[in-house]
C-alpha cells in the first residue's frame, strides 16, 4: 500500500484535490503520494498561520522555548522511525540519517529554544539632548519556509525552529520528492503544545505551491534553501511585495591542499567531505587543489581510499553511500562526467571505470559510485558549475597566490577548507578566499551561534543564533525625551 501524506493546516490533516508520485530512489519505484497543492492550500494556510499569529507572538521567549523543547524530546523518541523514512524517502544511508540529519533536526529545536533567551536589545543615551534611545523587536508574522531534498526534515527545521522561537506562525513547503519526515513531525506538534495554525506544512511543487506561497501578500517573510535558479525566480515574484529573504544557495567549494598537511587526516576528511550524503550537500567539496609536490601521492592514495567506499542499499548500516534523488539528477550527474570526458579529462575511478554491484532489489536505483576526475581545466563545467553529486574534480596548484586566484574564480561562494600546518598561512588564505565558511584541517564542524551563509551566487543573509534572530524579527528605535 502507498503512503499517502495530507497537508497539515490550523492544526489539522487536510486530504487535496490531485497528488503526485514520489519514489523511492533505492529502488525506483513510486512509494508515497504527496498533496500537489496550490493557491488554494496556501490560501488557508496562510489565513490558519494569521489567525494563531497574535495568541502566539504573545507568548514568553520562555513558553516558547518550553514548547520547542518538548518538540525536539518527541522527535528524540522516535529518532529510529524517522531515520528510516528519511534514508528510504531521500536514498541516504540508514547511517547518516541516523546520526547526522535526525539529532540535528532536533538539536536544531533545542538550540533556538536556548537561544531565544538570551538576545539582548540596545541602548544608547545623549545626555547633551536629555534622550535615551533604545531598540525593541518584535515577531514580523507569518513567515514562508521552502526547504530543499537533500537534508530534508534537517534544514526544514533549521528555518522552522528560529521562526516560531522568535513569535511568527509559518507555512512551511518541503520539497515534493522528500515530504515524509515534514510529515511525521506535523503529528507531533500538538502533543508537544504547539497551538493550531502555529505550524502549517503544504506539501507540492515549486512551481505551484512555492509560487503561491512566495506570491501571497501576507507573508512579509522567505526563507529559501535551494538552487540559484529558483532563487533568482523567488526573487523577481517577491519584489512587488518587498518581501524580506534568507537565500542559501549552491556552492562549488575547493579543498586546498599545502605540502605540508597531515595527509591521513587530509585524505579521510577530504573523502567524507567529497562524497557524504551522496555528494548532495552545498557544503560539499568538488574542487580538490593540491600543491604539485604532494600531487602524485595525494590522488594515489584519494582513489585507492575512494574504491573503498561501499554504495548500496540505503539500509544497509556497512554502506558508506546510498542512491541519488532522482532518475533525473542521476542522469544530470552522469552528463558531467561525460562532459569532462568528452573534453579530455581522465576519470580515475567510479563512474565508467568501475563496475557497481547493487543487491537485486536495487537494481533500478539511482545509484551511483564515488567519482574522480582530474587534468581538467578551471573553465570546465565540471569545475564551475555545482554539480551536486558524489564527483569531485582534483588539480595541482603551485603557489599560495596563484591558488587563492583559481578557488576564487567561480560565481559561488559558500564554503572552503585549507589543509595545511603553517598557522600564518591558514589566516592569510582563509581572509582572502571569497566565501562564507572557511574550515581548516576538518569539514562541516558547525557552531549554530555563528553565521552560516554564502557571498556571491550562494546567497543572501546568514543564519545562525543572531542573525537568524534579525532576520525573524523587526527592529523599532524608540526615542524618549526625559
Not at 101 to 130: K, Q
Not at 353 to 360: E, R
Not at 385 to 406: H, L, M, N, Q, S
Request: aromatic fraction near 8%.
Amino acid at each position: 500500500a502507498l503512503l499517502v501524506l495530507e497537508n497539515f493546516i490550523g492544526g489539522k490533516f487536510v486530504p487535496c484535490s490531485s497528488y503526485i508520485d514520489a519514489y523511492n530512489p533505492s529502488t525506483g519505484d513510486v512509494y508515497c503520494r504527496v498533496p500537489d497543492s496550490g493557491k488554494e492550500e496556501v490560501e488557508a494556510a496562510v489565513k490558519a498561520a494569521k489567525d494563531a499569529f497574535p495568541i502566539w507572538s504573545s507568548k514568553s521567549p520562555l513558553e516558547r522555548s518550553q514548547i520547542l523543547n518538548k518538540l525536539a524530546d518527541l522527535i528524540e523518541h522516535d529518532l529510529e522511525a524517522f531515520a528510516q523514512a528519511e534514508s528510504k524517502d531521500q536514498g541516504k544511508t540508514i547511517t547518516f540519517a541516523r546520526t547526522v540529519d535526525i539529532p540535528r533536526a532536533a538539536y536544531n529545536f533545542r538550540f533556538f529554544a536556548s537561544s531565544i533567551l538570551h538576545h539582548v536589545t540596545e541602548c544608547t543615551e545623549m545626555a547633551t539632548m536629555g534622550c535615551v534611545h533604545y531598540t525593541s523587536r518584535a515577531p514580523v508574522g507569518v513567515a514562508g519556509l521552502i526547504s530543499p531534498w537533500n537534508l530534508p526534515l534537517y534544514l526544514l527545521t533549521w528555518k522552522i525552529a528560529p521562526a516560531i522561537a522568535c513569535g511568527n506562525t509559518v507555512v512551511a513547503k518541503p520539497s515534493e520528492m522528500t515530504s515524509v519526515t515534514a510529515w511525521m513531525m506535523c503529528k507531533l506538534l500538538e502533543k508537544a503544545g504547539v497551538p493550531h495554525g502555529v505550524v502549517n506544512v503544504v506539501f507540492g511543487t515549486g512551481t505551484k505551491a512555492g509560487e503561491a506561497l512566495v506570491c501571497h501578500p501576507d507573508v512579509p517573510l522567505i526563507s529559501f534553501t535551494g538552487s540559484t535558479l529558483t532563487a533568482q525566480r523567488i526573487m523577481e515574484k517577491s519584489a512587488p511585495h518587498c518581501k524580506r529573504l534568507s537565500l542559501e544557495l549552491g556552492g562549488k567549494n575547493p579543498a586546498i591542499i599545502f605540502d605540508d598537511a597531515d595527509l591521513n587526516q587530509c585524505i579521510s576528511t577530504t573523502l567524507r567531505s567529497s562524497f557524504a550524503n551522496q555528494g548532495e550537500i552545498c557544503l560539499c567539496t568538488s574542487r580538490i587543489f593540491v600543491q604539485r609536490g604532494i600531487y602524485s601521492e595525494f590522488l594515489k592514495r584519494f582513489v585507492a581510499e575512494a574504491r573503498k567506499w561501499k554504495t548500496g542499499n540505503p539500509s544497509d548500516p556497512t554502506v558508506d553511500m546510498g542512491a541519488l534523488i532522482s532518475k533525473e539528477h542521476l542522469e544530470k550527474v552522469r552528463n558531467y562526467v561525460k562532459k569532462a570526458q568528452a573534453e579530455g579529462a581522465r576519470i580515475l575511478c567510479g563512474e565508467g571505470v568501475d563496475s557497481l554491484s547493487l543487491p537485486s532489489g536495487n537494481q533500478k536505483g539511482y545509484f551511483m559510485l564515488p567519482t574522480v576526475i582530474t587534468e581538467v581545466k578551471d573553465e570546465s563545467c565540471c569545475m564551475q558549475e555545482e554539480i551536486f553529486g558524489p564527483v569531485t574534480c582534483v588539480v595541482a596548484f603551485d603557489t599560495e597566490e596563484e591558488v587563492i586566484k583559481r578557488a576564487n574564480c567561480v560565481k559561488y561562494g559558500l564554503a572552503a577548507t585549507v589543509w595545511s600546518s603553517n598557522v600564518g598561512r591558514v589566516h592569510r588564505v582563509a581572509h582572502r578566499l571569497q566565501c562564507g565558511l572557511v574550515w581548516t584541517n576538518c569539514w562541516l564542524v558547525r557552531d549554530l551561534n555563528l553565521p552560516f551563509g554564502g557571498m556571491k551566487a550562494s546567497g543572501i543573509g546568514r543564519e545562525g543564533a543572531k542573525d537568524s534572530y534579525e532576520f525573524f524579527t523587526e527592529v523599532k528605535t524608540i526615542t524618549i525625551k526625559h
